[in-house]
């Protein structure tokens, strides 16, 4: 199979290696920071350009870089919680 895969966590976060850009740049995505923060408005991922990969900033330390980023809208679906969904359909089997 030629698709690459990311692991996607149960809350749809993709981890973020610090790397470059990884998805077009007007895809539209939150973002979580080395900090923690995760700001609360979805933006192009263009806009974060400055924050995708380590940026020294005037002093010389590294600024606050993207470490995961979640789809706003666009090619991933809603996460599935994939062992309940068998489970049930298991369940349902069962019963028929």
Known sequence: M???TRLVSADSWIDHDGGECPVAWSTKVFVRFEDGAEPAQA??????????????????????????YRYATGPLAPAVNLPALLDSVAARRRAA
């Open 43 to 68: 933006y192009a991922a263009g806009w974060w350009e400055q924050f995708w990969r380590p940026v020294l900033d005037r002093a010389g330390r590294p600024r606050n870089r993207i470490v995961a």
């Open 2 to 4: 030629n698709v690459q």
